[in-house]
């Protein structure tokens, strides 16, 4: 057993963690602050290959692995959770789904736009009334000729806001439940679709949070992902990849708020020593650091076991729900540690608290998660 | 043209040091190692002049040390270099700016570089020699501190930085070496695909008993780290004073208003 990172990983490490610190960090208070990342900015992550790092060469990505994916994306949300999580929901759930269920002329002719970032991805299956019970899927569509014609409603859906590409389920038949489901390759600068709304957020505040309405919008046939009933499937399929992503972003706020609070905590002198020489901040960095490995480890084997072609359902459940229990109660802790200056902007460890909640929420609530892991156990 | 590149890895400055159990330099547990500075502007310079050459044109990079420096090797040739030769010594720490500028030299004498790239100088040993000596003892021109690089037809037009602010512009001939200063360019990020494409690329392992035939000349007999920093530099004074250190101190020991 070897839990060192190999030469090549490091070397991605080390080159992505130089980007983060003298393009993002810089960048991630003004990015909450105004609701949205700069266009520069993602065209330069999109220039780094953040945006196709597993994804094939042949396609236009950078032909590396899963667990650099997680490295990625771990070390952008040390600095922006915002930025990682832009890049997470692009690749796991749109350039992901596509890789895997996709014809070769689907991959053909939709990847490379993604992986370069020409096109900004993202993941339909959320509704105002099917979140976690996603068989409940209310949006339908109806064969018109050579088209599927989508009506319907679509609600939180990250990197909505770019109108780039989009995998979108919707139900034929909705008494089928998730049977009726298939799953559909869309350019969302199509007619027929209108953004309701991009919601006001507590945290990832730079990431678009989108409310989509689709009257009579036409998708080629050629569209279709996969066979048709066959969406709900490609969703469970796409999700599990996709917490590996999730999971990677919340280690990636752990850490940054941690590297705050531990350098904090010696530069801060209270009582006439720095407050790490207390016994209290002392036992929370020990909690603290011990979750963060912990996540680590979880995060990194689930993408090793994607990367084996082993089954990982229950290790990308484990290491999501893990990972961002992990970063609630780090940013938390940080903040405590900070005093009164970490209830500041400033000192950024209350917008990593605010953007930390989030990732026990999305890409199925660890209420989910621990029912899929009980599941496993119990089969 | 066949050109050459010349990178340390080195620990990261910030690190707490402690002698190793000779006493004679750093223990290296614990520290994390990066490629020194001053040669990712080497890197970077060649890089752009082997893209300006095109065609034809072989960067080699080179690395003495033990298995760890593979890591720098790599991110070179993810930055662009087009091979590497990694000479394996596991006591590298342990020879002096004369040692390794012979292993060098030894290993590009019959390989007929034209131009030579190196860094200034290692950011922990700091002698500025190597970049110097390879170049004596290979017989070609040198500059050293170069802060601009322009190539054209077998010479070589480089501003130096001199002391206090000054510069100065030499041209040389090739085949030359040059040693590259802070502020000379802004090294590029290795991107995805290209630390992809740096997989493929050929790493020759050479033993560095096959070239160091020479002893060392200075023998470092004993290493002391920092005494604890206190809490930095406070500048006294009215505003204005304090506004002119602050530059003066910006301008010797950064590139941020160069």
């Known amino acids: 057993m070897n839990f060192e990172l190999s030469q090549d990983h490091k070397v991605l490490q080390s080159a992505v963690r130089d980007f983060v610190e003298k393009e993002i960090k810089p960048l991630a208070i003004k990015i909450d602050e105004d609701h949205m990342i700069p266009d520069e900015l993602v065209k330069k992550m999109s220039e780094m290959g953040f945006l196709g790092s597993y994804l094939p060469e042949e396609y236009g990505g950078a032909g590396l692995d899963m667990l650099s994916y997680a490295i990625v994306v771990e070390e952008v949300s040390k600095a922006c959770g915002s930025s990682g999580v832009l890049i997470s929901a692009h690749t796991s759930l749109a350039s992901g789904p596509i890789y895997t269920f996709g014809t070769e002329e689907q991959k053909k002719k939709w990847l490379p736009a993604l992986n370069t970032g020409e096109k900004i991805g993202c993941f339909l299956l959320t509704e105002p009334n099917a979140g976690s019970d996603a068989g409940g899927t209310a949006t339908t569509y109806t064969r018109d000729g050579d088209h599927f014609v989508i009506n319907g409603s679509k609600t939180f859906i990250t990197n909505g806001g770019y109108l780039g590409t989009g995998v979108l389920l919707a139900s034929f038949d909705r008494s089928l439940k998730h049977k009726g489901i298939s799953a559909f390759i869309v350019d969302l600068q199509s007619p027929g679709v209108t953004i309701l709304k991009n919601e006001n957020k507590m945290g990832i505040r730079g990431s678009y949070t989108t409310a989509f309405a689709f009257d009579n919008l036409r998708v080629p046939v050629e569209n279709l992902l996969g066979q048709e009933g066959k969406g709900f499937n490609i969703a469970m399929d796409t999700l599990n990849g996709g917490r590996i992503g999730i999971a990677s972003q919340a280690l990636g706020i752990a850490e940054g708020a941690f590297e705050r609070a531990l350098a904090y905590s010696k530069e801060r002198k209270q009582f006439d020593q720095a407050i790490c020489e207390f016994q209290a901040i002392q036992f929370k960095l020990a909690d603290m650091w011990t979750r963060i490995e912990t996540s680590k480890l979880l995060t990194y084997r689930a993408a090793c076991l994607k990367d084996a072609k082993k089954n990982y359902t229950m290790e990308s459940a484990m290491c999501k729900m893990h990972a961002s229990e992990t970063a609630t109660y780090v940013t938390k802790e940080a903040m405590q540690i900070h005093g009164g200056y970490g209830y500041i902007a400033d000192y950024e460890v209350e917008r990593m608290y605010r953007d930390a909640k989030i990732t026990e929420i999305y890409e199925g609530t660890n209420e989910v998660q621990r029912v899929v892991i009980s599941k496993l156990l119990l089969s | ?258």
Request: hydrophobic letters at 40%; a negative charge.
């Open chain 2, 1 to 258: 043209m066949k050109l050459l590149v010349c990178i340390k890895q080195v620990p990261d400055l910030e690190s707490r040091f402690k002698p190793d159990a000779a006493g004679v330099w750093y223990n290296e547990t614990d520290l994390a190692f990066r490629m020194n500075e001053y040669d990712e502007y080497a890197v970077e310079q060649a890089v752009r002049l082997r893209e300006q050459l095109g065609e034809g044109c072989e960067l080699t990079v080179l690395s003495i040390g033990p298995d760890r420096v593979v890591e720098a090797i790599k991110k070179s040739l993810a930055m662009g270099c087009d091979n590497a030769a990694h000479i394996q010594d596991a006591a590298a720490y342990s020879k002096d700016p004369w040692q390794i500028a012979s292993i060098i030299s030894a290993y590009a004498k019959e390989r007929n570089f034209d131009i030579i790239f190196t860094g200034m100088q290692s950011q922990d040993r700091g002698s500025a020699q190597v970049g110097v000596i390879v170049a004596e003892l290979l017989g070609i021109a040198c500059t050293t501190t170069i802060v601009n690089f322009d190539y054209d037809n077998g010479t070589i037009t480089a501003k130096r930085e001199l002391e206090g602010g000054i510069k100065g512009v030499v041209k040389l001939k090739t085949p030359a070496l040059v040693t590259c200063q802070l502020g000379l360019n802004v090294p590029r990020y290795p991107t995805l695909p290209n630390i992809m494409k740096a997989k493929k690329k050929e790493i020759t392992a050479i033993s560095v008993a096959e070239l160091l035939k020479e002893e060392s000349l200075a023998a470092t007999t004993s290493f002391h780290p920092p005494a604890k920093k206190g809490g930095g530099i406070v500048l006294e004074g009215d505003i204005a004073d304090q506004v002119e250190k602050v530059i003066a101190i910006l301008k010797d020991k950064t590139a941020v208003l160069r």
